[in-house]
């Protein structure tokens, strides 16, 4: 989704379905964050970055500019991720053009959780949903551009 598109909850969906993998596990989520990594140092983002599988942190770097709260982001807007299998954005998205308290409707906290853009779902054709991708650092649209861009990247190299 390029910075022009409209962003709605139908565009999101539609993302999150164009990147889906075959197959995904370790291996795969280091050159997913390796990528990340590279993409990151060579547009001198200030942020982090965190990949995890079924809850199980396979890859993290805190790239120069970064902050100890962009882990505390990465946490909240993880949790959004495993509690609805969608990515943050969309969460925010859904609940804005339906008029609903987010947090509330899910019986959540603020404290732990964190609508706002950078939590993508990991899913593959095989298991469905299996892990979050995870940024944090820039604002929350950026943020969710950049885990996409590297979803895109990756997919090339992993499919």
């Not at 969460?91 to 950078?118: L, P």
Request: hydrophobic share 40%; net charge negative; aromatic share 10%.
């Amino acid at each position: 989704m390029e910075l022009g598109r409209k962003i709605d909850s139908h565009n999101l969906l539609e993302q999150e379905k164009s990147s889906v993998f075959y197959n995904f596990g370790v291996e795969e989520s280091l050159i997913l964050g390796e990528c990340a990594r590279n993409l990151g140092i060579s547009k001198g983002l200030p942020i982090a970055i965190e990949i995890s599988i079924y809850n199980w942190v396979t890859f993290h770097i805190s790239l120069p500019g970064s902050t100890k709260d962009n882990n505390l982001w990465i946490f909240r807007k993880s949790n959004v991720v495993y509690l609805k299998h969608h990515s943050t954005l969309y969460e925010q998205t859904v609940s804005k053009e339906e008029g609903f308290n987010w947090f509330q409707v899910n019986k959540v906290s603020k404290d732990d959780h964190a609508i706002e853009g950078g939590g993508i779902p990991i899913i593959t054709s095989k298991a469905g949903f299996i892990g979050a991708l995870v940024v944090s650092g820039l604002s929350q649209i950026e943020d969710h551009l950049f885990g996409v861009e590297v979803l895109s990247k990756s997919k090339m190299i992993l499919n």
